[in-house]
């Protein structure tokens, strides 16, 4: 008997044998279901018909390192117990190359493909069939798979300027990318605080740029550094080993050289094309510095010189330019970029930086290349033949697919893999926001917004591993993992968020892997989530796990034990009170304790109406977030507050019957690295009809600063219905900040009336 499948239900070990649905990542498009198993021992042979195809070679090292049977390569094709690798001749010319058939039946395994790229892919389907255990045999359940993959970009990028990573690390993480059928690789290159690629032509592009004597060790606002030397770089030899390893796992390379910003490193060992000639240190604070390249010939000369060298190492089609976070201060300052904007007919600074990316592209496309930089490329026009990562969101890629540019998408809310992926408080480090795994899960790169046909500009998305805060592989390897699988499932096109815990239960299989390949990943999948719901009495705080029933809680305050309540419903709060929960396997804690103080008072619960909404990237909760009964964790902005880009906050809070009021607070963020400011403003007004309102009080942005954004306004007893809080938005990122001519982000939580 067999049944088909064409969902994503599935729940059994990876690396057993039994015949149950196969927690494969990403699932497969189809899948058929059978009822018997391929034995695997040592007689057991691969058929190819060039035995020294790397796809069958690295089927045979990793049957080897997964089980210990050295298998043979054969050209022959007459044994049955044989896994038989072939390419098919398509019956058409549009062709998918990433394309595969997988069939195991009881006396063979066949892959099938019209590629290479197709058969590595098969490969990597069965070997997360296959059980990694030494053993004489392996049982293989039998099942027929075609698969190919929904979207053509499907990338994972690693910034090694803020932090070098060795070569074989980068190896390592090509693997990981290769592991889940992804196919591109952002290697970012350049940065303020080093050079990583050897330029032969300008040597102190890494004698001088590569180091730098200290970092910063604490979040921006700390302003906190060490003293540590810390650099390195990849010789051109390096590079070709890394670029021709990614090919044989059918992985393209994207190179990132940014400018015309984050390029202090390459500034430091040549001055002379800057604005003002220096002289720079190669950068050890993270941010955005004004220190950029000037826009002179000389300047175009060396990054084309620099960019002659990178294409004949690097084979892709696009190469990233950056373009992002370029302050302009230097310019407006410099004589020869003010003359060569009246020369050009520009009309700002901003259609500069157009000038300077058109003036790369226009070279990079006389090279048969391609260039792809983040969203700020569109401010002031976009290049003609450009490609967008949009990274501020999905606005940058819906605009540069509506005018029919490619893009990929890279949104912070996302798909930021340095964000916190569990509790701040267990977990490393990280420069902010909020990105668990069931986040990344349910993560869309098409965007309501568009058509069918402006969709089919989006060529992807990837995931963006930051390294301000990740110095070690080791952390490398916790950030990426397990979100990495998650996210490969979403570009595979076979996720669905709605069956989310199905796809838990296959991760958590998948960690039986990570533990014997030694991989060093976040086990936060076991703690203790929460939602909180609108309740008559108050409000409903929802605990979640991967087994609800593991779930005990206290609301004492002592740490929860197995014996400690346990959880079968929402709680109920009405009061002042701290819940305390923790996930228990076996009869022991299986993470760190999560820790929630709520805060009941007359705005909890009730209805509460934006004028503008939240921007997608901070809008957890939505406007609910605010009368939530939960203060913001300063740490965890990406899930406790509501951000807003440009845009005021206007709330209006209905308490349902007109009360007798004295106190109204609200908390707002300061995080100058990250682009978040104090509101220039506060308005705190109260209304009994919801049309009529009076100012109760006015709080200025110097006033918040000397709160600390923690603001309470007292005021004589009044009678309301409606409380109406209005924050304005800072405006535009003054001259000399990090994001420097950018809108200003608006962080606030909690509006609380007694």
């Not at 890394?242 to 910003?261: F, L, S």
């Not at 979100?483 to 096109?493: C, P």
């Not at 719901?533 to 002592?558: C, M, Q, W």
Request: glycine share 8%.
């Amino acid at each position: 008997m067999k049944f088909r499948i064409l969902s994503l239900l599935l729940a059994f070990s990876l690396f057993g044998f039994a015949q149950q649905k196969l927690p494969l990542i990403p699932m497969p498009k189809n899948i058929d279901y059978q009822t018997d198993f391929f034995t695997l021992n040592s007689k057991t042979v691969i058929q190819s018909n060039d035995i020294n195809s790397f796809e069958a070679l690295f089927l045979k090292e990793n049957i080897k390192a997964q089980t210990g049977l050295e298998l043979k390569i054969t050209s022959k094709f007459t044994a049955k117990n044989a896994i038989q690798l072939g390419i098919k001749l398509p019956d058409t010319t549009n062709f998918n190359k990433e394309y595969y058939e997988l069939s195991i039946e009881a006396n063979k395994i066949n892959i099938a493909a019209f590629s290479n790229q197709g058969l590595f892919y098969g490969v990597q389907t069965l070997l997360q069939n296959i059980p990694y255990e030494n053993a004489k045999i392996a049982k293989i359940a039998t099942v027929k798979i075609t698969d190919e993959p929904k979207f053509k970009w499907r990338g994972m990028h690693l910034d090694v300027g803020r932090h070098f990573f060795p070569k074989e690390f980068i190896k390592k993480y090509i693997d990981y990318i290769a592991m889940y059928k992804m196919n591109t690789f952002h290697w970012h290159l350049t940065e303020d605080q080093g050079w990583r690629i050897e330029i032969k032509k300008y040597p102190k592009l890494t004698a001088v740029g590569a180091w730098r004597t200290g970092s910063m060790i604490e979040h921006y606002n700390d302003q906190k550094y060490d003293t540590i030397r810390h650099g390195g770089f990849y010789t051109q030899e390096d590079v070709k080993e890394i670029v021709a390893y990614a090919q044989k796992r059918h992985i393209t390379i994207v190179p990132e050289i940014e400018m015309p910003g984050h390029s202090q490193a390459a500034l430091a060992a040549y001055p002379e094309f800057s604005c003002t000639g220096g002289p720079f240190e190669v950068a050890k604070i993270w941010g955005v510095l004004e220190d950029v390249y000037c826009p002179k010939e000389e300047t175009f000369a060396f990054l084309e010189d620099v960019l002659t060298e990178v294409l004949a190492l690097f084979p892709s089609e696009y190469i990233h330019i950056g373009g992002d976070e370029c302050p302009k201060t230097r310019w407006k300052n410099c004589n020869h970029c003010q003359k060569l904007i009246k020369e050009k007919g520009l009309r700002d600074e901003h259609e500069l930086q157009s000038y300077f990316i058109q003036r790369i592209e226009k070279f990079l496309n006389s090279k048969g290349r391609k260039i792809i930089g983040w969203d700020e490329i569109l401010e002031g026009g976009l290049a003609p033949n450009a490609a967008v990562m949009s990274w501020r969101g999905t606005e940058g890629g819906i605009t540069a697919a509506k005018e029919k540019h490619f893009a990929v998408m890279t949104p912070g809310s996302h798909v930021y893999f340095d964000h916190y992926q569990g509790e701040p408080k267990n977990e490393p480090i990280a420069i902010g926001g909020y990105t668990p795994l069931e986040k990344v899960y349910a993560f869309n790169p098409i965007p309501d917004e568009l058509t069918k046909e402006e969709a089919n500009y989006i060529l992807g998305a990837q995931a963006n591993v930051w390294t301000e805060y990740i110095p070690t592989t080791q952390q490398v390897e916790y950030m990426i993992m397990p979100r990495m699988a998650a996210l490969s499932e979403v570009l595979w096109g076979t996720s669905n968020p709605k069956n989310y815990k199905e796809f838990e239960k296959r991760i958590i299989k998948h960690f039986e892997f990570y533990d014997k390949k030694g991989i060093n990943y976040s086990k936060s999948i076991f703690e203790v989530t929460s939602a909180v719901h609108p309740n008559e009495k108050g409000v409903a705080f929802e605990l979640k796990s991967p087994n609800p029933n593991g779930i005990r809680y206290t609301t004492d305050g002592s740490e929860p034990i197995l014996s400690s309540s346990s959880y079968t419903n929402p709680i109920v709060i009405t009061e002042n009170k701290t819940v305390k929960a923790n996930y228990f396997e076996e009869g022991k804690a299986k993470s760190a304790t999560i820790e929630q103080e709520f805060f009941i008072n007359k705005s909890t619960g009730k209805n509460i109406k934006l004028v503008n909404p939240p921007h997608e990237n901070y809008s957890i909760g939505g406007s609910f977030t605010l009368v939530d009964g939960m203060r913001g964790n300063p740490s965890k902005y990406g899930r406790d507050w509501l951000g807003f880009w440009g845009k005021d906050m206007n709330a209006t809070v209905d308490l349902g019957t007109t009360e007798t009021i004295s106190k109204i607070q609200i908390n707002t963020l300061l995080g100058e690295g990250s682009w978040i400011y104090f509101p220039k403003e506060i308005h705190f007004l109260v209304s009994s009809d919801g049309e009529n309102f009076k100012t109760i009080q006015t709080i200025s942005q110097k006033e918040v600063a000397a709160k600390g954004g923690k603001i309470e306004v007292n005021f004589p007893k009044t009678n309301a219905k409606y409380v109406k809080v209005i924050a304005i938005n800072n405006g535009i990122i003054p001259e000399g900040m990090p994001g420097a001519g950018s809108q200003s982000w608006l962080f606030v939580d909690e509006i609380s009336v007694e």
